[in-house]
């Protein structure tokens, strides 16, 4: 599948420190025991499995990668002009949600 975020320049900014972490994804990480360091992981060399092109104000895509056995989601915006990512959320997918590859979503 192709993504439409550029996911090598957002990769730069993630190493540049130009990141920023929305309240929502650091609220959830606590809950969920993620550290950031797990989630820079994901972003940095996880694989990217599904394309939100029209989300605003920036595009974004989610994020697989692995800690260990476990698997992490990581939802991330990239501004193109500005060179800035966002991580709007990160999680543990389900199996309820998700088929066991953790890539492909379940139909209801």
């Known amino acids: 599948m192709a993504i439409s975020l550029d996911v090598d320049r957002m990769r730069s900014a ?3 420190s130009r990141l920023e972490w929305q309240r929502h994804a650091l609220e959830r990480m606590m809950e969920r025991d993620i550290r950031r360091s797990d989630a820079l992981g994901v972003l940095l060399s996880g694989e990217p499995i599904e394309d939100y092109p029209d989300d605003q104000p920036f595009s974004s895509a989610l994020f697989l990668g692995w800690i260990k056995t476990r698997p992490i989601h990581v939802v991330a915006a990239f501004d193109a002009a500005n060179e800035r990512a966002f991580v709007i959320t990160v ?12 890539r492909t979503r379940r139909r209801s």
């Open 14 to 16: 993630v190493r540049a």
């Open 91 to 102: 999680y543990e997918p389900d199996l309820e949600h998700f088929e066991p590859d953790f």
